[in-house]
DNA sequence: AGGTTCCGTGGGACCGCTCCCACGCGGCAT
DNA sequence: ATGCCGCGTGGGAGCGGTCCCACGGAACCT
């Protein structure tokens, strides 16, 4: 038999530990992990000698051992309900994660992306997290009923949300200010001369959606006109339920000259179900969105939309939540980012 | 001073350990051990006995002791470089990692999520995954000159490609048919009779271009067409890039009546700028993309497109991965996974 | 009957770090 | 001089698992 045919040796490249770090810099290992960890209890002298060598040796500490000794282990997770993930304007997850890993990044701090398949998974993930896994959890997209957030509350995980719950969300979270941006929307459909506005909602069992239909009237009440019901039609962030909506609201309100749609998406839908009764867009109907997706820039005519600051919602869900870890059983924060309106061609 | 006042207990919940489980089970930490892991030496009363207290105690393992006992991590790193990011069909990100993370789910493993803002950051990145902190690594969006898959390698760390930096590609990879897609959108255009078919490439450094500008070639030269390289026009993946090649084509071939962009986003620069030039997409100039992104359904009108099977790709990455960590030292595999057209009205 | 073999099991020795207690020593007050 | 304080420092004791060796007893052999 061959040497080639014996089993691969295992590979095991063995690093550096911090004895041997110890050992060649000729103290102690409690200095070692002193310098490690930033402690100012060393002389610049030993410092010195220490982190010559680290250097040397190209020691990395082993995060397994620290955690296990610490009782940390860096990391947070990202949970991700995967059912929603596809009807989000696609930028929503992959911008927030990016500000969330740019803010972790700074902190030193690994990415779980955790995505769960179905709503099942929820209760073993809750006792999973809890195990010494994660620092924290991150989630992203809740809906109204989800029990996940509490039990993560009740387990003392520190939790940070994407959006609430409702008003009154027990937890930390970062949301944007979605009543303001729909109502800056109508606002803007108020002041193009637009007097018959409806509005395409989301599922109301989300805060979301449920803001921005509360921005949408207040718009209309701040100038003294009353809310007609008909011109309201429920949607679910789908393009379909976008274009039924749209179909509802041109049955009962023929005459309409204005949609405000609570996503992108959904005014997509609003946009072809319009072109298909003959009106055109913006001349006849004018529409605008939210979330400033991808599609907005490409359907025709562009899309007027509310843009989300998302990159910076993730960027502050990971500092609330670094704080609430640094600070465990402190208070939990709320933060809400305003919001921008994209003019473009359809409104 | 009330209780109230006091910091915070250490809310340190004290999960029970593998001791506690041996304790009420009445059996040596070892038979634990065994009995999580599976080990087929544990007779079936002592097993039963065992996972009783389990239950009972509510327990699970500490990831950290077991990794730092057992050198696995049973965790996965997936290297996304951020400015790529953005470029790409933004589906592309997100499906593959839908595909990895169902893989990874079944085998027990977590995924780390490393977004890399910067090229610079790379060869930290190498020494840092190797120390023992993920068992392997999959890497999206790889340039040619890319160093990381190379160091990785040299550092013995299993590591899986979405796509290869050149043909003899030494790491394991997984990539679609981009020759064999292109070619089928080349046909395509011919057999709905089209003859002056121009194409807009990706960024050549990239195999995936390549791939697709040799298919473009190949469907051709099939039916003994001699390829008119000024019908060639360099892209960036960008769309600006898509609509500066497609009015260069048109300067260059004013009469083409079809193209072929190697990306969805570059299809629809160069949908506007046919418009822009007074041509009707697809009477005049028919087009097709690459990617079936989410802009192919949008845009107006809806795109012919070329699909990858995104989530499939990314399963089959975790999959190689998964093989490379258990049989180290094996050789590299690679895959290729068919592409299909998607019909629309572009062409 | 005695000797092997094999199976299931217990437990010691780590894995590589953090935490914390104890110790030596120079500087300062007494 | 004597005592005390406090800063730097060394190193023991875990953290909670895995791995593997050794051991007892049942089953099989000669």
Redesign the pocket.
């Known amino acids: 038999m061959s040497p080639a045919d014996q089993p691969p040796p295992r590979a095991e490249v063995?690093?550096p530990?911090?004895?041997a770090v110890?050992a060649l810099a000729?103290?102690?290992?409690?200095?070692?992990?002193?310098v490690?960890?930033g402690s100012?209890?060393?002389?610049a002298?030993?410092?010195a000698a220490v982190e010559q060598a680290i250097a040397e040796l190209g020691?990395?500490?082993?995060p397994a051992?620290?955690s296990?000794?610490?009782?940390?282990t860096d990391t947070v997770a990202v949970v991700v309900p995967e059912g929603e993930a596809r009807l989000f304007s696609e930028p929503y997850f992959s911008e927030i994660i990016r500000g969330v890993s740019a803010e972790l990044a700074i902190a030193g701090m690994q990415l779980l992306l955790v995505l769960v398949p179905d709503e099942k998974e929820y209760a073993r993930l809750a006792t999973y997290l809890s195990a010494h896994r994660v620092d924290g959890v991150l989630m992203l997209s809740v809906h109204g009923g989800d029990t996940l957030p509490d039990r993560l509350h009740e387990l003392a995980v520190p939790t940070v949300l994407a959006g609430r719950r409702g008003p009154g969300e027990p937890l930390g979270h970062v949301r944007a200010d979605n009543s303001g941006g729909a109502r800056s929307a109508v606002e803007h459909l108020l002041a193009k001369g637009r007097r018959t506005i409806g509005t395409i909602t989301g599922p109301l069992d989300m805060d979301a959606a449920r803001a921005r239909l509360d921005g949408y009237r207040e718009a209309l009440e701040h100038v003294g006109m009353t809310v007609d019901e008909d011109l309201i039609a429920y949607g679910d962030f789908r393009e379909e339920g976008g274009r039924a909506a749209m179909r509802q609201l041109l049955r009962r309100r023929p005459g309409l000259d204005a949609v405000f749609a609570a996503s992108d998406v959904m005014a997509s839908g609003a946009v072809l179900e319009l072109r298909t009764s003959g009106r055109r867009v913006p001349d006849d109907v004018a529409v605008v969105g939210f979330d400033d997706s991808i599609v907005a820039r490409h359907i025709d005519p562009p899309l007027t939309s509310v843009r989300q600051p998302l990159e910076e919602m993730g960027r502050t869900m990971a500092s609330l939540l670094l704080h609430e870890i640094a600070h465990r059983g402190g208070d939990h924060r709320e933060v809400v980012l305003p919001t921008r309106l994209v003019v473009r061609e359809s409104a």
């Open positions: 063995r690093r530990t911090l004895n110890a000729g103290v102690g290992r409690g200095t070692v992990s002193r490690i960890n100012p209890k060393v002389s002298p030993t410092r020691y990395i500490p082993n051992a620290r296990l000794a610490s009782r940390r």
